[in-house]
């Protein structure tokens, strides 16, 4: 697991800010739900790239369109595949960013990354706006966890023996961004998501600050 704070600067935040937005213009934010329950999650999100993961009460899984309107999630932002070729060390390029969208008092429960076809691939998460708690523990539900703080432009990798590792949002911390207008957070995740052969190429501008105090946790 691989920590690199203040990864994005200020003027690449707003970027990603304003092509999340063109995102959620074309695949609207939607409410995901627990399998057989039906609970609704505390975050809504939506999905960009070749596939999009959903949840509802038939299960977890990867798609290729949005679950309400029916229409091919939109186009993976070169911002978004930069930052994963840059991170990543993985020879493919990501084929599903999730776009989780957290209030003030929205969490995220303990969960692992395990709905992918091949778990070589590391998960690539970037932070926007307010500062969250996050815990993470080891690949079994009951092993000690730990928490830090995940604040607007860092980068976080699970890669490696910590893939698999349980992981969660326990809080937001307000007052912590300006980033954003309401006051919240976005997370962005990056993954592979089941097949191997696509096309889609990382693009080459690395609009990002290039700190040297990457932390290995």
Request: hydrophobic share 35%.
């Amino acid at each position: 697991m691989r920590l690199r704070p203040g990864y994005l600067d200020r003027p690449a935040q707003e970027a990603l800010v304003a092509a999340v937005s063109e995102l959620i213009a074309q695949a609207p934010l939607f409410t995901p739900r627990m399998p057989k329950s039906g609970q609704p999650f505390s975050v809504r999100m939506t999905n960009c790239g070749p596939l999009g993961w959903v949840s509802d009460q038939t299960g977890y899984r990867y798609q290729t369109h949005h679950p309400v309107t029916g229409t091919p999630w939109p186009p993976m932002p070169a911002i978004l595949l930069a930052a994963w070729a840059d991170l990543a060390g993985y020879p493919h390029p990501p084929e599903a960013c999730l776009v989780n969208v957290y209030t003030p008092d929205a969490r995220m429960g303990l969960h692992q990354d395990r709905d992918e076809s091949d778990f070589a691939a590391p998960v690539v998460s970037l932070s926007l706006g307010q500062t969250c708690r996050f815990r993470v523990g080891g690949t079994a539900r009951r092993d000690p966890t730990r928490s830090f703080r995940l604040a607007s432009g860092d980068a976080l990798v699970l890669g490696g023996d910590a893939r698999l590792a349980f992981h969660g949002v326990d809080r937001i911390i307000c007052g912590t961004s300006t980033l954003l207008p309401d006051g919240g957070r976005i997370n962005l995740t990056l993954r592979r998501g089941e097949s191997a052969g696509m096309t889609q190429r990382p693009a080459r501008q690395r609009p990002f600050s290039t700190p040297d105090d990457e932390v290995t946790l």
